[in-house]
């Protein structure tokens, strides 16, 4: 569990430094590595009923996470550009 919460603030840190809407790859990829890893059993002891669906679920949630921060994070930067232009 607290792998997934990790990798969830990384996906959130790695798309506010990036600045770059690729940086969607990363939660896209890792989670679902995770839940493979965990099906596989190649760390901790596998998974449960339904962890498809909830693997899903979680990933969507990252990415769109992932793409607010995003978001949020150009929009600051163009307004900071915009009032320093006016300056």
């Known amino acids: 569990m607290w792998v997934l919460i ?5 996906s959130l840190v790695v798309g506010v430094a990036l600045h770059r809407w690729s940086a969607l790859a990363v939660p896209v990829v890792l989670i679902p ?3 493979l890893g965990l099906r596989f059993e190649w ?12 693997g899903t679920l979680i ?3 990252a990415t769109v996470a992932t793409a607010i921060a995003i ?3 150009r929009t600051v930067q163009r307004w ?3 009032r320093r232009q006016m300056a």
Not at 6 to 10: A, C, H, K, N, T
């Open 6 to 10: 990790g990798l969830i603030i990384l």
């Open 33 to 35: 590595v995770f839940y």
């Open 80 to 82: 900071l550009c915009t």
């Open 71 to 73: 978001a949020a994070t």
């Open 43 to 54: 760390w901790e002891s596998g998974v449960g009923d339904g962890w498809e669906l909830v």
């Open 59 to 61: 990933t969507l949630a």
